[in-house]
């Protein structure tokens, strides 16, 4: 696969509820599918989901173009690990993992917030 049909810039989002999480990435030319295989730990990647990709031009002067990714994982065990990896035929990410948020109010989430602007 080409470098530039290769996932950059993965990032995970919760979604409306507990056993829904977002997988967003981007890449410099568009793939033939929008793909997340993933399963729960330990296991390997026993599931697929497809979802959307939309053109994107920034702002620079450069009007560089982009692909946007966003596949929605709404079957999952609230609480649980999980491993993915996403992308298409035209090239995969690496494996990487995540956890659930748990069900209830008897918990209390502690968050990291990371920004990189890239200069």
Known sequence: ??????????????????NEIIVTWVTFNPT????VEYGPLPNVTNKAK????SKFVDGGYKK????IHKVVLDDLV??????????STDGWSTMYKFTTLKNGTDWSPRL????????
């Open 78 to 87: 609230p609480g649980s690990e999980y491993v993915y990896y996403c992308g």
């Open 112 to 119: 990291v917030v990371y920004g990189d602007l890239g200069n």
């Open 64 to 67: 560089r173009v982009l692909w």
């Open 1 to 18: 696969a080409a470098l530039d049909t290769k996932p950059e810039q993965i990032h995970l989002s919760y979604g409306k509820s507990p």
């Open 50 to 53: 497809f979802g959307s990709v």
């Open 32 to 35: 033939n599918i929008s793909t």
